[in-house]
């Protein structure tokens, strides 16, 4: 959890992170921190890290030539390094705190993004939820192009070999999370706003907190760029309302051009894309093509096995998400039996939406809950996954996720 008292006291400026003798990264096992290290470390930049637990992560980093400590790693730190956070690692973790005993500055993943995107012109995404694979169909257009560009995206992309593409042209193209004020450390050309519900309320009390943050970010665009938002979103309107700039709405891909990824969700990422893409320059139709052929990233409807049983895994962490997810897989395999094991992730995003959740799980033949993953938070008590299952007649609460029965 972060607050903005510790956003604006705590983390040195980014102008910083150029005259550091090299990079400590603090979580960097995650998808979001591991691309960048492979980045820094093919650009000749020392770096290495930590992170809680060992991971197939861990291990290619390793095998890529980035040292990584399991456990905590602040032994390692050295005078002229910084430190660069994870959003999901405390202050008070061992790492910052003997970082502030050395005198070592300390830096968001966020303006290392920014940092490595410096001097490109930057094709944004952010939004509730829908960036991951909006993120990656723009990359594979200016892929397909030819345009080289720097890539990052919050989820790996087996197309991509991995999160990143540390491309040497002139575009970056780049996910933009709105938790925490992410998004402020970056710079961009284009901004494309998925959509935007009150997410993140740890940090943004009100809706209306929210709003004003993404308008924060649009508000940085040039003159000469533009806010790309969702048309049949409420809260991307508002945004694109209180916006005095250039705008373009959108909405679904055409029919008539094939995806390779279910659902009308995608079809609505297609065409925030598209809309991106051809605000670049890109010809629209080779876009599009391009576009069609993105054919996903992990954990985004990803298929782990097909026979006899399909499973499937998926992110989708509110209501919205998991309703167009289970939508979309009713129309990817129509006639077939929808089982579904959830894991709710944080407490503060459960708390108030049981009813919400259930009715978003309800569309599902039959539904396992299981304890929710704290990630950064505390427990808050009284919020349990088994509250959901109570509205669900055909939901089921599993403590362990270990201990799902195999059906």
């Not at 970010?217 to 250039?246: Q, S």
Request: glycine share 10%.
């Amino acid at each position: 959890m972060r607050t903005p008292e510790e956003i604006a006291n705590r983390f040195a400026p980014t102008t910083q992170l150029g005259r550091c003798r090299g990079l400590y990264l603090v979580g960097i096992g995650g998808a979001g921190m591991s691309g960048l290290a492979l980045i820094l470390r093919r650009r000749g930049v020392a770096v290495r890290g930590s992170d809680a637990t060992e991971s197939e992560t861990t291990r290619a980093l390793r095998d890529g030539g980035v040292p990584v400590r399991i456990g905590s790693g602040a032994d390692e730190l050295e005078p002229g390094w910084g430190v660069v956070l994870s959003d999901a690692i405390p202050l008070e973790a061992s790492e910052p705190v003997r970082a502030a005993e050395l005198g070592l500055p300390l830096f968001r993943r966020s303006q290392l993004l920014g940092w490595l995107a410096q001097g490109r012109r930057t094709i944004a995404v952010t939004g509730s939820h829908g960036k991951t694979t909006t993120t990656g169909m723009i990359a594979r257009a200016l892929l397909d192009a030819e345009l080289d560009p720097l890539v990052v995206v919050g989820a790996a992309v087996p197309e991509f070999g991995g999160p990143v593409v540390d491309g040497q042209g002139d575009w970056a193209v780049l996910e933009a999370c709105e938790a925490y004020n992410g998004m402020l450390d970056l710079d961009p050309s284009v901004v494309v706003l998925t959509n935007l519900e009150w997410e993140h309320v740890d940090f943004h009390r009100t809706f209306d907190s929210l709003v004003e943050s993404v308008l924060r970010f649009v508000r940085k665009l040039p003159t000469d760029g533009v806010l790309v938002y969702c048309g049949e979103d409420a809260g991307a309107r508002l945004v694109a309302e209180r916006f005095e700039g250039p705008k373009v709405a959108y909405g679904p891909l055409d029919d008539r051009w094939p995806l390779a990824v279910p659902g009308r969700k995608n079809r609505l990422n297609a065409g925030g894309a598209l809309a991106a893409c051809v605000a670049a320059g890109l010809d629209p139709e080779a876009a599009a093509l391009s576009i069609g052929r993105f054919r996903g990233a992990e954990r985004r409807l990803q298929v782990l096995r097909q026979e006899p049983i399909t499973v499937l895994s998926d992110y989708a962490h509110n209501p919205t998400e998991i309703e167009a997810s289970l939508d979309a897989c009713r129309e990817a395999y129509p006639g077939r039996r929808l089982l579904v094991a959830y894991q709710p992730h944080l407490f503060s995003r459960t708390q108030g939406k049981y009813r919400e959740f259930a009715e978003a799980l309800g569309k599902a033949d039959l539904v396992f809950l299981t304890d929710i993953y704290p990630a950064r938070e505390d427990p808050i008590p009284g919020v349990s996954s088994a509250r959901i299952a109570e509205l669900l007649p055909n939901g089921r609460y599993v403590p362990c996720r270990h201990l799902l029965p195999r059906t």
